[in-house]
């Protein structure tokens, strides 16, 4: 059934004359026809208009084309600069799954195996001990693992391996040795304790920081000109990189933090630090545009912009939960200003895919079971729904992660979408 503009306008608590407002009056460009671009329009130009975000971007693809992108507010708080459909964001996590498709390449061509320990690759990764906990002294007490990490464990993110920034154990672990995690750019960071013996559960952290490195070891190249050359070049996405050029840079979304008294205050930027890392878990530039054209390739089994980028056997098992009955557990943050506790859709059961969030019933959103998904530290968003051949992109740049106010914006969009293509 297709839902009327009225109806949804009733239902998200807008007058037709607020939206039509909104859509004619906010910094917004928009393709697109009909229910779609109303509703859309309307759940995209609301948060910004309300001031719970300066700006966003956001798309819906189906299997043949982009059928709605559109772009309302501005790129810096009260700068004047009109964000754009093609404004550069910093997509963080949202890397990780172009690294899983890196890395499945590679599988396909039999250089890389799911369930071989990654010390094959890189010996020094049979090192790992696990973190058991801290005796009276609050010395950190470590054991060997009870099996060695592969492939499968870290695109899942069940290797043990996780972030300072949602497991206390870790972070008191590294004050209490002065480890420099990942994030810190020393090299070191790739060989924290594990938190857990592999397998045994699932934590988000920087396993797919790991599948980067198996990737430059197999492939012989930097990560970012391997993707360049195997999905980047062959897909059109011309403006996604770890490195930001003049043009990619002067299109730049400002990064807004969210204070203690709910007001956005820009974080200054410093240009990018050098020399520039690239991480298969985080750190390239995109735009929704760009983002769209990998959904899409993961819709048509493989195949994008003409060019075969995966088998549709290898995208058939990267959509399917590797990781048996472990399921997807809340973040509890250990810094709220760079992140509220996170989970999607709190009560929904999820499992993982090979480097994607899979929900197993249908979400809120009108989201199908069986979609796949992730996210990025700065509010970014992406599903792909297989089942009925649409995905979408919704870009904003706020902290903390998951931030209500623009987690609900990209809600509400999704939502629209699904009303509009019902």
């Known amino acids: ?18 939206a039509t407002s909104l859509t004619q009056h906010a910094f917004g460009q928009s393709g697109g026809n009909g229910a779609l671009k109303e509703m859309l329009d309307t759940a995209l130009s609301r948060p910004v208009e309300r001031g719970d975000i300066p700006g966003a971007v956001a798309g819906v693809t189906d299997k043949s084309q982009t059928t709605y992108l559109a772009a309302f507010g501005e790129r810096a708080l009260g700068q004047g600069v009109r964000m754009t459909p093609d404004s550069v964001f910093n997509i963080a996590s949202m890397t990780k799954a172009i690294t899983g498709t890196a890395a499945m390449q590679l599988v396909e061509q039999g250089k890389l195996e799911l369930d071989v320990p990654i010390s094959t690759y890189i010996p020094r990764a049979a090192e790992f001990q696990v973190l058991e906990g801290f005796d009276g002294n609050g010395e950190p007490r ?37 480890f420099p995690v990942l994030g810190s750019g020393a090299n070191e960071g790739f060989y924290p304790p594990l938190m857990f013996d592999p397998g045994e559960r699932w934590e988000y952290g920087i396993s797919i920081d790991w599948i980067g490195l198996l990737v430059e070891k197999i492939s012989g190249q930097s990560l970012g000109t391997y993707m360049q050359e195997h999905i980047f070049a062959p897909l059109g996405m011309t403006s996604t990189g770890y490195r930001l050029m003049p043009d990619t840079e002067a ?28 991480l298969g878990g985080g750190g390239l530039y995109s735009t929704v545009g760009d983002y769209l054209q990998f ?34 557990v809340m973040l509890k943050t250990t810094n709220p200003a760079r992140s509220e506790d996170a989970e999607f859709f709190p009560g929904l059961p999820k499992s993982w895919g090979l480097t994607f969030m899979i929900n197993e019933e249908q979400a809120p959103t009108g989201r199908s079971a069986g979609s796949l998904a992730w996210a990025g530290l700065y509010n970014t968003f992406f599903w792909i729904d297989p089942s009925k051949g649409m995905g979408g992109v919704f870009m904003a740049q706020v902290l903390p992660f998951v931030d209500p106010k623009t987690l609900q914006a990209f809600y509400d969009f999704e939502t629209a979408a699904y009303h509009a293509t019902s």
């Open 1 to 18: 059934m297709t839902m009327d503009r009225r109806d949804f306008l009733k239902t998200s608590g807008l007058s037709l004359l607020a």
């Open 142 to 178: 470590l054991r060997a693992p009870k099996r060695q990490i592969t492939l499968r464990h870290l695109m899942t993110h069940t290797s043990g391996l996780v972030y300072d920034q949602w497991d206390a154990d870790f972070l008191r672990f590294a004050k209490a040795r002065n």
């Open 251 to 278: 299109r730049r979304v400002a990064t807004h933090q969210r204070g203690s008294d709910g007001k956005l205050t820009e974080v200054e930027w410093k240009g990018q630090p050098q020399p520039v890392r690239e």
């Open 295 to 328: 959904v899409r390739m993961i819709l048509n089994n493989g195949t994008g912009n003409g060019h075969q980028v995966l088998k549709p056997e290898t995208v058939a098992l990267m959509g399917k939960n590797a990781m048996g009955d472990t399921r997807v």
